[in-house]
């Protein structure tokens, strides 16, 4: 299902300006009750954990596919603006461009005021880790990486299928990342009913990751950041990450604002080291988060102009 270029827009826009209303409904809590609701369902089918995660995918990423076209197709039989504009609706649900941005710059904000615990409250919101002991450094870093981290996931993989597949392709693809939020975890509960969804989620970033390394250097360049430091970043550490997508735009931004990433962190009291990324190690601070913010801001647009100016070049040639 293809998706009008007005339609990318507008609901990119819309994303911009609106974020993520919490009295709003959306389409993403709707699919982790689905989530959690097969999970129970599936638990207790007697079928081998492994077979029952890979039926909760079918049932979670089929029943979201399923139902974004149904709503659609609906609304489009009712009048064809309607069908529009529920399309419009689903597209900007799977946008977070605006709420990544928010939830970093109160961070910044804090900082800039001088205030380290409201600074440490506001990145505990973004970040699993330990927070009550970071250093005014430390927090910023924190927020900076945890915009790193959700490039991919929260703006650039969901712009990636609205590209390919429309509205459907989206929530499709939000679906995916929804099971990997949810089961995604290699512990006793969820290493056998999670490996399919981890997995599929995986796959389903692996070409969005990797494009999305251009589109930084893009946006570094344009803002004048480190823009040559990217590449190398990447080429040292993204697959030292534990994931085999989340280093790349990790250690893209790691050279892109002249930190690193990873080291030594708590979580939950657990201290772990993390793989370093990046190729230098500056001090942090609120305007490393402003940059980290405006470089996820712009590489969204990079990334958006580019794949709707492939999209019309293919429907001119083709």
Known sequence: MGTPEYMLAAAFICDLLFGD???????????????????????????????????CVFVVVGGTAGAAW???????????????????????????????????????????AGDLTLARLKVSWMVGRDTAGLTEDGVALAAAESVAENTVDGVTAPLFY?????????LAYKAVNTLDSSFGYMNE?????????????????WLPARLTVLAIAVAAFIRR????????????GARLHASPNAGYPEAAFAGALG????????????????????????????????????????TAFVFLA?????????QLFV
């Not at 609304?75 to 709420?99: E, N, Q, S, W």
């Not at 580019?306 to 293919?314: H, I, K, M, N, P």
């Open 21 to 55: 209303p919490r009295w709003m409904p959306h389409p993403v809590r709707a699919i982790a009750q689905l989530a959690h609701g097969a999970e129970k369902v599936l638990r207790i089918s007697g079928l081998p954990l492994r077979v029952a995660g890979v039926l």
């Open 70 to 112: 149904l709503v659609i197709d609906t609304a489009g039989r009712l009048h064809p603006a309607m069908g529009a504009i529920a399309g419009v609706y689903l597209l900007y649900t799977a946008f977070a461009v605006k709420d990544l941005g928010d939830h970093a710059r109160a961070v910044g904000d804090a900082l800039s």
């Open 162 to 170: 609205a590209l390919l597949f429309g509205p459907v392709g989206a």
């Open 189 to 205: 509960r969820y290493r056998e009913f999670g490996w399919a969804s981890a997995k599929l989620d995986d796959l389903a970033n």
């Open 225 to 236: 950041l480190r823009f040559f430091d990217i590449f190398e970043a990447v080429r040292q």
């Open 259 to 298: 930190v690193t990433f990873g080291g030594t962190r708590s979580y939950g009291g657990i201290v772990r080291d993390v793989p370093l990324l990046g190729l230098r190690r500056e001090t942090c601070s609120a305007v490393t988060v402003m940059n980290g913010v405006s470089l996820m801001r712009l």
């Open 306 to 314: 580019a794949g709707t100016g492939l999209r019309l070049l293919f």
